[in-house]
């Protein structure tokens, strides 16, 4: 079975650039996560689907950052623009449902660096 | 709401060592609980999971008991290696989404 894929794995933009994440989940997962993990901090839940639609985006900062899931499959996340302390890993995670009582699998993260 | 208080870290063992992280839960009901490991580079994965009391997950050597009467799942492992080194998180009990906390640095030296 083939895991959760994240494209790129290294970015390094410049502060007011944009930038963009893709992430394909495991097939036939309803639920995808996405975080943010700064450096010596745990991961930080920015938005999760559930199918093609929004459960919890009460932490995404709304005015930089969106993040669509076309066809329930899919996602991708961007930034727009970026600043310095957007610096972080971004995790994507997909689970078969919602539920808080069966397991996520993570992709590696692509490893975002503003100068 | 539900939530968990976990070890602080750093934890600096040598190798063969006795480690446990303590992890303790607030939640209604009795959710299914959960450690997850990060190992240097890497996106987490679930290490072991529990789903109801008085269960003991276990993998790669590592045991953790849903304990209801402590509302506890503390993380065990009798022998630790150099590989263990990672970073270790509880995952608090929701029944809708995945939170984690600052999690749990281990360093395992030879």
């Known amino acids: 079975e083939a895991g959760v894929a994240q494209s790129p794995r290294y970015k390094i933009i410049e502060k007011r650039q944009s930038v963009a994440f893709w992430c394909n989940p495991i097939?036939?997962?309803?639920?995808l996560y996405w975080y943010q993990q700064i450096l010596g901090q745990g991961p930080k839940l920015l938005i999760q689907?559930?199918?093609?639609?929004?459960?919890?985006d009460s932490q995404l900062p709304k005015d930089r950052f969106s993040a669509e899931r076309l066809k329930g499959v899919d996602s991708t996340l961007k930034i727009q623009p970026a600043k310095l302390e957007d610096s972080a890993v971004y995790l994507c995670?997909?689970?078969?449902?919602?539920?808080?009582?069966?397991?996520?699998?993570f992709g590696q993260g692509t490893r975002l660096t503003v100068v | 709401g539900n939530s968990v208080t976990q070890m602080e870290g750093p934890v600096t063992l040598s190798e063969e060592a006795f480690l446990t992280i303590n992890c303790t839960y607030t939640?209604?009901?009795?959710?299914?609980l959960f450690w997850y490991v990060q190992y240097p580079g890497e996106g987490l994965q679930l290490l072991l999971k529990?789903?109801?009391?008085?269960d003991k997950g276990s993998n790669k050597g590592f045991e953790a008991t849903y304990r209801k009467e402590t509302t506890s799942f503390h993380l065990e492992k009798g022998s630790v290696q150099v590989s263990d080194s990672a970073v270790y998180f509880c995952?608090?009990?929701?029944?809708?989404?995945?939170?984690f906390g600052a999690g749990t640095t281990v360093t395992v030296r030879a």
């Open positions: 995670a997909s689970s078969p449902t919602g539920s808080g009582s069966t397991e996520a699998f």
């Open positions: 097939s036939g997962h309803a639920t």
């Open positions: 689907f559930q199918n093609n639609g929004v459960v919890d």
């Open positions: 939640a209604t009901g009795y959710p299914s």
């Open positions: 529990a789903t109801k009391a008085d």
């Open positions: 995952a608090p009990p929701n029944d809708y989404k995945l939170s």
